[in-house]
């Protein structure tokens, strides 16, 4: 199954905070998990964050508002593994923060296989290998940099620009397939191919709930 961590890679990709060297005052916290059962109170939740609206953040104090909030979810009871990424902005230029925990295993508990066969086109997985063999090709050039003025991480590298135009294209022609693919599907690379795409549609907020609320979902 793929990890909480590795299905937030999509989101990371609409510039993570930590990523970046401003300060940013947060505007939105948004909590996950909270609603199965035994899952710890959000007044818990809340009491751990090293952070509320209005604070400021950014990379430079990520150990106060990230790493210390996380150290003291994990002590929760029933908390098996927490994650808090910050997502940059909001339509007032504030942080967006997604706070999720997940809860350790009952005895004889399973969780549902996905078991949709739906699949993505080809032509939007082609467009992902490419995208995966140049940026090994710009590692290996020396040019790895990135810039994040769209709102998602753009490679620098002239032979990653194709495809990543036509990330642009497909996750604002295909983004029903996308998400369907991401919630339902029962083919990891597919999976993995949407979360990397549909954090370059447009409308960011509309999309960030969506694919944390996946993670959270998800097995680790």
């Known amino acids: 199954m793929i990890t909480i961590k590795k299905f937030l890679l999509g989101i990371l990709l609409s510039s993570p ?9 947060v505007g939105v916290i948004d909590f ?22 209005g604070t400021m953040i950014g990379s ?6 990230k790493e210390n909030s996380i150290e003291c979810l994990r ?3 029933g908390v098996k593994q927490a994650t808090i990424e910050g997502v940059c902005c909001d339509q007032t230029n504030r942080a967006m ?11 004889g508990q399973t969780y549902p296989a996905l078991s949709s066969e739906i699949r993505l086109p080809a032509k939007i997985i082609a467009a992902y290998d490419t995208l995966m063999a140049d940026s090994l090709n710009a590692i290996l050039a020396g040019q790895s940099t990135e810039e994040d003025s769209s709102g998602h991480a753009v490679f620098a590298y002239p032979g ?9 294209s497909y996750a604002a022609s295909d983004l029903n397939t996308l998400c369907e693919v991401l919630h339902h599907s029962k083919y990891a690379k597919d999976r993995e191919v949407a979360c990397w795409i549909i954090p370059f549609y447009r409308d960011k907020q509309s ?6 609320g996946a993670a959270i979902q998800v097995k680790m």
């Open 97 to 107: 923060i997604f706070v999720g925990i997940s809860q350790r295993e009952a005895a």
């Open 207 to 212: 999309i960030v709930n969506d694919l944390v």
């Open 32 to 53: 996950y998990g909270l609603s199965a059962p035994g899952a710890p109170k959000r007044s818990q939740v809340e009491a751990c964050l090293s952070f509320k609206v």
């Open 160 to 168: 990653a620009h194709e495809p990543q135009q036509l990330f642009t």
């Open 75 to 77: 002590k929760l009871d």
């Open 17 to 25: 905070l930590t990523a970046m060297a401003q300060q940013l005052e």
């Open 60 to 65: 430079e104090n990520k150990n106060v508002w």
